[in-house]
């Protein structure tokens, strides 16, 4: 049986509840005032956070990266310090107390980057460069604008962390300046958690919630991570994909061996994981591993209400991608977010190109990621597979086999299982979020699109579960910011709308 939601959607096509776009009036609000005044320092500003490489392994700059964002918020007024714990990045916290606020609000956001190979990039990762445009659209170096001279809001600043996830830190905190120039207090108490460890796993966070619960008692968490709708709309999130996966390494002889002598004769590893591979997804898409999609939770009425509200843009997106077509019959994108899915995100045995040479491997190996829909438990996907992997045929070891194995089963594979987390989400119909969809209109000329599952994955089931409170992803990145690659950049148009948007959230009605 086919996992499509289309049926469910088309009967709400004509629903236009949500996401409406709001009168924007005339009078730009405080926010947007202060960056049209202040657009270079806050340009210079950025480009000297994001200077600081900032590799959650590299143990140094991690904490120069954490002491630069807590003076930040000391000089801004904001009570900061750094949580730590041993062979852990600080948690960079800050909390601010609003007389008479009723409603307190936690921001995350997460200060790591991805590593990089310097070696694939135009510039070097932390020497920040800005450009006229993005570069595979031909936009040239420019120096960073002096103090009064315009700015391009088509400029693109390239450096790692950009967009992913540093934009956000100067959002926040040019909205915060704004608001104390005008004298306006924000409406809601804060509190702040910048982590430093996301992009490695977020191994400790639990330990820091945990350890920490008294400080973290909020309403709702803005969760400031990912980029906006590819049509370029603003989005809000309400939830994420878990994430678990599995290495899986299936084995020839015991040794190289000479392609023309054994060839038809010796099994080939990579053959054999080929066909491994292909009988866990069908050509549609179709995960066929039993009961991969059984715990998945249902749909509920309000996710599928703003989901028929989304822009029809997958067709552009299938043309910017060049694919003549996707997986289930050209499904939408954000159907598929809401069911598992397996992929391959890499695989290796013997070489290829000029190294590649007349030789069975010894063995082939397949890196899969599943990310998890909400109700799927990371350990009982993994029990599925390893389940699938027996059925055909298979014996699993745990380590490399010896030679005793090796001569009692003709199919062995050797299976490394990750760890993983749960899928987060909020009802998008809650009361309590209604306010922060309203800010998100006021923030943007633009209308809101509201998505209930994102495709990345975090560890939010933290916020939801331990915590017990909801979450809203506030996305600002553009798109194509070229997150977790080469050349990773931010527009600067989706700057000063994370500019604008933090404004309006911070005075939240």
């Given at each position: 049986m086919k996992r499509y939601l289309s049926p469910s959607i088309s009967t709400l096509v004509a629903i236009t509840i949500l996401c409406a776009a709001p009168a924007w009036g005339a009078s730009a609000p405080v926010a947007r005032a202060y960056r049209e005044a202040h657009g270079p320092r806050i340009l210079r500003e950025y480009a000297e956070l994001l200077s600081i490489p900032n590799v959650a392994s590299d143990t140094v700059n991690i904490r120069r990266n954490a002491e630069f964002l807590r003076d930040q918020l000391s000089r801004r007024g904001i009570s900061a310090e750094l949580w730590e714990l041993p062979d852990a990045p600080p948690?960079?916290?800050?909390?601010?107390?609003?007389?008479?606020?009723?409603?307190?609000?936690?921001?995350?956001?997460?200060?790591?980057?991805?590593?990089?190979?310097?070696?694939?990039?135009?510039?070097?990762?932390w020497s920040p460069t800005l450009y006229t445009a993005a570069i595979e659209s031909g936009g040239m170096a420019r120096e960073l604008p002096a103090d009064g001279e315009p700015i391009d809001p088509e400029w693109r600043i390239y450096a790692r962390g950009s967009g992913d996830d540093k934009a956000p830190l100067p959002a926040l905190f040019t909205a915060l300046d704004a608001l104390a120039e005008a004298g306006i207090e924000p409406t809601s108490n804060l509190r702040l958690l910048f982590e430093g460890e996301e992009e490695a796993g977020s191994d400790h966070l639990q330990e820091y919630l945990e350890s920490h619960r008294d400080q973290l008692d909020v309403d709702l968490w803005l969760i400031c991570d990912g980029p906006v709708h590819q049509s370029r709309r603003p989005q809000l999130v309400f939830g994420v994909r878990g994430y678990t996966g599995i290495e899986i390494t299936v084995y020839g002889a015991g040794r190289y061996l000479h392609s023309g002598h054994y060839g038809n004769w010796a099994p080939n590893p990579a053959m054999r994981l080929a066909r491994l591979l292909a009988s866990m997804k069908d050509a549609s898409g179709e995960v066929l591993v039993e009961g991969f999609y059984d715990s998945t939770a249902p749909v509920g009425v309000d996710e599928l209400e703003a989901m028929a509200t989304l822009p029809d843009y997958d067709g552009e997106l299938r043309r910017e991608l060049g694919l003549a077509e996707t997986e289930a019959a050209n499904a939408a994108l954000a159907e598929r977010l809401l069911i598992p899915s397996l992929n391959v995100h890499g695989m290796a045995s013997a070489a290829v190109g000029e190294a590649a040479r007349n030789i069975i491997p010894t063995e082939a190996t397949a890196s899969i990621d599943i990310r998890l829909a909400k109700?799927?438990?990371?350990?009982?996907?993994?029990?599925?597979?390893?389940?699938?992997?027996?059925?055909?045929?298979?014996?699993?070891?745990?380590?490399?086999?010896?030679?005793?194995?090796?001569?009692?089963?003709?199919?062995?594979?050797?299976?490394?299982?990750?760890?993983?987390?749960?899928?987060?989400?909020?009802?998008?119909?809650?009361?309590?979020?209604?306010?922060?969809?309203?800010?998100a209109r006021r923030a943007s000329p633009d209308p809101v699109v509201l998505v209930p599952t994102m495709g990345g994955s975090l560890p939010l089931y933290l916020f939801t579960e331990v915590l017990d409170r909801p979450i809203v992803i506030v996305p600002i990145a553009n798109h194509d910011d070229n997150q977790h690659a080469p050349d990773e950049n931010l527009r600067i148009a989706n700057l000063w709308y994370g500019i604008d948007l933090m404004g309006e959230l911070l005075t939240l009605p």
């Open positions: 948690i960079v916290y800050g909390a601010l107390d609003v007389p008479g606020a009723e409603r307190t609000l936690g921001i995350y956001v997460h200060y790591d980057g991805q590593p990089v190979d310097t070696s694939q990039w135009t510039n070097p990762p109700g799927n438990d990371p350990a009982e996907m993994l029990d599925l597979v390893e389940a699938h992997v027996r059925e055909q045929g298979y014996h699993i070891v745990r380590e490399a086999p010896d030679r005793a194995t090796r001569l009692e089963h003709p199919l062995i594979t050797r299976i490394v299982r990750r760890t993983g987390y749960p899928a987060a989400r909020t009802a998008v119909g809650m009361p309590i979020v209604q306010p922060i969809v309203e800010a």
